[in-house]
């Protein structure tokens, strides 16, 4: 079995993939109510990112990005589903305030006020409804209940703004430039291991290279589409050239200019053009 031949190597998958840990739980919490702590599920995803870079078999050809995301979906799930969104007094409090309501309404004739069901109970009008929100927000969030539903099908989507999707669609395109862009090369090792998720060594043996360097090579062109996409959209993340005035300086910046000069600006938002959108969608993940 190969697996990550060192601790060294193993915290540097988890280092460098910490970022899909923060887009699956934005992808969850955009679905779930706004009570839900983004701390807990940040830690179960990154505790799964973790075990995942122990365990990962680089030999089963299976892109660590693929299997991580597999694995963080999973331990997400499980926190929502393990958790106890009411505890056992709560829920107590709340068989005993029914009971009592149920007497008075029957004492009464009426319904009773929450002033009458304190006065019964010894509690205040506060900690009553104080109970009745605790159990509602329980209500919405117990997962318990669903048996094997995926929760995509159980939890309410969010539909993006038109801002969203416009920022979504600019993106989406600087991508699909940047990698159409790439030179042969390095475009071949993008395009086989995250577009067609090939195994290292296919395309290793494709291109006459060892399957360290297609890991150098892929390593290389993932810089470069980030760097041109920050050129474009954020150019105060782009890091300065090691030496601005040399050879490979000039061609960075002259690829830079070429993925922001392919299109234009209102094709680009509208989306046209974008045939590879959903290689790029799996980039994204990477």
């Not at 983004?38 to 995803?45: E, H």
């Not at 299976?62 to 106890?84: K, M, N, Q, S």
């Not at 699909?176 to 290292?200: K, N, Q, S, T, W």
């Not at 996409?229 to 105060?236: G, I, T």
Request: proline share 5%.
């Amino acid at each position: 079995m190969t697996q990550p031949s060192s601790i060294h190597d193993a915290d540097h998958l988890v280092t460098s993939h910490m970022a899909l840990v923060g887009h699956l739980v934005r992808e969850s919490l955009s679905r779930l109510p706004g009570h839900v702590s983004r701390d807990d599920l940040t830690s179960a995803g990154l505790a799964a990112l973790v075990q995942a870079a122990r365990s990962y078999d680089e030999s089963r050809g299976v892109p660590f990005t693929r299997y991580a995301t597999t694995r963080i979906r999973g331990a997400i799930i499980d926190e929502l589903r393990g958790v106890d969104w009411a505890s056992r007094s709560v829920r107590r409090r709340a068989r005993e305030l029914d009971e009592t309501r149920s007497r008075l309404a029957s004492e009464l004739g009426r319904p009773a006020t929450d002033q009458e069901l304190a006065a019964a109970t010894g509690l205040s009008v506060d900690e009553i409804a104080g109970n009745a929100d605790d159990v509602s927000r329980a209500s919405v969030m117990s997962l318990q209940g669903f048996g094997e539903t995926p929760i995509d099908e159980v939890l309410p989507t969010r539909v993006p703004s038109p801002e969203e999707r416009v920022e979504h669609n600019e993106r989406v395109a600087y991508l699909v430039d940047a990698v159409a862009l790439l030179p042969e090369r390095l475009r071949a090792v993008i395009e086989g291991y995250f577009f067609a998720e090939r195994p290292m060594a296919e395309i290793a043996a494709e291109l006459g290279v060892s399957e360290s360097r297609i890991s150098q090579m892929r390593a290389e062109a993932l810089v470069l589409l980030k760097d041109a996409m920050n050129s474009a959209l954020d150019p105060d993340l782009v890091a300065p050239h090691a030496r601005p005035d040399g050879c490979a300086a000039r061609r960075r910046d002259a690829y830079f200019a070429a993925v922001a000069s392919r299109r234009t600006a209102s094709a680009r938002l509208s989306g046209a053009g974008s045939g590879s959108g959903s290689g790029a969608a799996g980039l994204r993940s990477a």
